[in-house]
């Protein structure tokens, strides 16, 4: 659990690979690929903590998933019990601080005069050009992560002490073991990363298991007991409130962007729903004005949280500001767009037509109202909770008129011909 000034998270693995502990490493974005083979430099020893493992420890470079046995590790005569492992985490991209300085000392480079001797290196070459053209491929978004590389680090790591400790890395002892790593990122996806090395020593050939859709099992799994049967299952124990506020992001980020305002055909598919609605509301108000009974006082309509979803969307309703994405969780804290409070189970959205007797004019005779979750829900551009018929309609004239079909599902046009 995260807590205190250094933020610490910790987690009991249980058997089904460490649940919670890459819980932050699901959301973390794709490392860009770094070259397989090995390239060495004159000065690799001295970078300092920027250095490789491989470079520090070169009897790894061989077979890097075999264990290497220390000649002083005690014999078999005596029994490792208990290991206790502080692990640094695997390679990372510069952060953003260093990024942007370096990026500056770029730009020096770039705008030198061509006539500079200062850059040119000892064998006469153009120094500075070469640095120059050098591309510099480093993002802001980068920020100190693990890459791939990292990734390697760990999972080799875990099969070799897993190999050279094989008693207290046995399969017996996966569910007893406890993992605890600084909250910043690059050491949650240490240790996602070094618990895949286990499952590749456990199961040879057998790929990881999607970790994040595990972790999403087992925080559902603690809802359903709790919705179903009204117990907190020990599921619930896994996580803890920060982790919660993770995860319902991620299942927000999904709803937002195949249900909501990600992208605008999300919230059209409920344009024709939404005339049917209208066109109801219409029929009842023709009946009434012609004092006829009305055919269909109630209609219900029963259907799903992506029914409700791209409506509310299509109306206008918990728009952001800014879009949800994967970068700006911590902005978004406090966003409007929470599936869970939106479409609940049995969540509702009512349309209440109301006849007022007492109406100055005919246009206000008819008036309406809308209830989420049976509580008023204020119209989305004026904020006030009750509405004249004829204003809402004019609000929505564009989406009534037409849902304009063909433009949002018209597919791009191919060129079939075999011309270059």
């Avoid at 919660?244 to 055909?265: F, H, M, P, S």
């Amino acid at each position: 659990m995260l807590r205190g000034p250094c933020r610490i998270f910790r987690v009991s693995v249980a058997p089904v690979a460490a649940l919670a502990v890459a819980l932050v490493s699901s959301l973390s974005r794709c490392s860009l690929l770094e070259p397989e083979d090995r390239v060495v430099s004159p000065l690799s020893p001295y970078f300092g903590t920027k250095t490789r493992y491989e470079d520090a420890n070169p009897g790894l470079l061989p077979d890097p998933e075999a264990p290497r046995r220390d000649p002083q590790l005690l014999e078999e005569t005596c029994t490792p019990v208990q290991l206790v492992a502080l692990i640094r985490h695997g390679t990372r991209y510069p952060t953003t601080k260093q990024i942007r300085k370096l990026r500056q000392l770029h730009g020096l480079l770039q705008a030198r005069g061509p006539g500079d001797d200062r850059t040119r290196a000892a064998g006469g070459g153009d120094l500075g050009a070469a640095l120059a053209d050098w591309p510099l491929w480093y993002a802001d978004w980068m920020d100190g992560q693990l890459v791939e590389k990292g990734r390697q680090d760990m999972r080799q790591l875990a099969l070799r002490l897993a190999s050279l400790f094989p008693v207290l890395f046995s399969r017996e002892n996966c569910g007893r073991l406890q993992l605890v790593t600084s909250s910043k990122h690059r050491c949650v996806d240490s240790g996602a990363a070094f618990l895949q090395g286990l499952w590749q020593h456990y199961h040879p050939g057998l790929p990881p298991p999607d970790v994040a859709d595990l972790i999403q099992v087992a925080f559902f799994t603690c809802s359903f007991d709790l919705a179903i049967k009204g117990v907190k299952s020990p599921w619930c124990d896994v996580f803890d409130i920060d982790d919660a506020k993770v995860l319902e992001y991620l299942n927000d980020l999904k709803q937002y962007w195949k249900r909501g305002y990600g992208y605008t055909i999300n919230s059209q598919s409920s344009c024709t729903l939404f005339q049917d609605i209208f066109q109801h509301l219409d029929k009842a108000v023709e009946q009434k004005q012609s004092s006829q009974p009305i055919s269909s006082p109630v209609i219900l309509q029963f259907g799903h949280a992506e029914t409700l979803l791209p409506l509310l969307s299509l109306m206008g309703y918990f728009k952001d500001k800014e879009p949800l994405t994967a970068y700006n969780y911590r902005e978004q804290m406090h966003r409007k767009f929470r599936s869970g409070h939106i479409v609940p189970y049995a969540s509702n959205l009512i349309f209440v037509l109301y006849h007022c007797k007492n109406a100055k004019t005919p246009k206000e005779e008819f008036q309406v109202q809308m209830l989420l979750n049976e509580k008023v829900l204020p119209l989305a551009h004026t904020q006030e909770t009750v509405s004249l018929y004829e204003d809402l309609k004019n609000h929505y004239k564009d989406i009534l008129q037409s849902c304009h079909t063909s433009e949002e599902c018209e597919l791009p046009k191919v060129n079939t011909s075999d011309e270059l």
